[in-house]
Structures are given as structure tokens and as C-alpha cells.
């Protein structure tokens, strides 16, 4: 499978943004799908996961409440829908995928695909 993010850009402080990751490729509605992010100078970080049919959601404690992980397995798009942005929130988002889990979602699942960045900048 392959995926691309997209929707990243320039936002205050408190807005919003929502992030997109297409996949191509069959069989993605049998695919975990994660979220990550990169600061400049800092280790990737994990954000967000949800399991095949989206019934399944689990965030990192730096942004439960404030962003939501959905899909859409009809479009084999996935989203990162992103509020109450703050300056600590400036990374390159990420997408990935694996195969490996089915119907589960672990706490925190290993992937197998990542696709491309979007730069999202939050200035304060």
C-alpha cells in the first residue's frame, strides 16, 4: 500500500486543522492506520491509531481531547481532524499502515508503510 498525507499549512494557535492520508492499493479496509509526527530535533512521536473498521481509536495523551482519528474505508482515505492547536503541535504528520493486527487494535501497533509528511505549523 501507499499513502500520502496532505492538508498541512500555517494555523494560530488554538485553530484548527484536518489532516488527510490517501491510500492506494487493495484491501485497505484490512489495514491499522496510524498517525505520527516529527519536531524539528525531536524523535518521531506517536499520535494516533485506529483499527480496520474504525470502530477502534486510541490517541497519545498530548492530544486526546483535542484531535480525533477518523476513515473512510469506501474512499481509502484517513483523517486526523486537529483542534485547539497549540505551538507544541508544529511537526511533520505522517501516516502508516499494517496488515498485521485484523480486527484489533494494540496499544501501540508497528507498521509496516508510512507514507510521505505534511509540515503543519501552529505559531503562537
Known amino acids: 500500500v501507499q499513502l500520502q498525507a496532505s492538508g498541512g499549512g500555517l494555523v494560530q494557535a488554538g485553530g484548527s486543522l484536518r489532516l488527510s492520508c490517501a491510500a492506494s492499493?487493495?484491501?485497505?479496509?484490512?489495514?491499522?492506520m496510524g498517525w505520527f509526527r516529527q519536531a524539528p530535533g525531536k524523535d518521531r512521536e506517536f499520535v494516533a491509531a485506529i483499527s480496520w473498521s474504525g470502530g477502534s481509536t486510541i490517541y497519545s495523551d498530548s492530544v486526546k481531547g483535542r484531535f480525533t482519528i477518523s476513515r473512510d474505508n469506501a474512499k481509502n482515505m484517513v483523517y486526523l481532524q486537529m483542534n485547539s492547536l497549540k505551538s507544541d503541535d508544529t511537526a511533520i504528520y505522517s501516516c502508516?499502515?499494517?496488515?498485521?493486527?485484523?480486527?484489533?487494535?494494540?496499544?501501540?501497533?508497528?507498521?509496516?508503510?508510512w507514507g510521505q509528511g505534511t509540515l503543519v505549523t501552529v505559531s503562537s
Open positions: 492499493g487493495s484491501s485497505f479496509s484490512s489495514y491499522t
Open positions: 502508516a499502515a499494517t496488515a498485521r493486527y485484523g480486527s484489533r487494535l494494540p496499544n501501540r501497533p508497528q507498521y509496516d508503510y
